[in-house]
């Protein structure tokens, strides 16, 4: 069973960049598809991208699709959201999220998920 925690959020103007980090333990992440997701104050859980277990295929959804860029390390257990061109409307609870055996965005579809790591977007 996996266990995952984020890191990597922070405070950065409109226009930087930042990289999270899901450290997975407990399992190794070719057990599990990774998907990232956000939670903004007051609205529901987003699907932002995921990373299949099988090929490493991935996939982003619209609003982050080039700026956005989810990759995997397996030496190191850990999948990673590297984040250009950030905006204000980016700003949200970031989290991590494993499930086996299956390719999606649906947060209802995971299994297991990390903490979360705050993102905030602001001049």
Partial sequence: QARLVESGG???QPGGS???S???SGSTLDDYAIGWFRQAPGKGREGIACISPI??????VPSVKGRFTIARDNAK??????????????????YCAAVAGIFTTT??????????TQVTVSA
């Fill in 10 to 12: 922070g405070l950065v």
């Fill in 18 to 20: 930042l990289r999270l």
């Fill in 22 to 24: 899901c450290a997975a």
């Fill in 55 to 60: 090929d490493g295929s991935t996939y982003h």
């Fill in 77 to 94: 257990n850990t999948v990673y959201l590297e984040m250009n061109s950030l905006k204000p409307e980016d700003t949200a609870v970031y």
């Fill in 107 to 116: 947060p209802a579809r995971y299994t297991f998920w990390g903490q979360g």
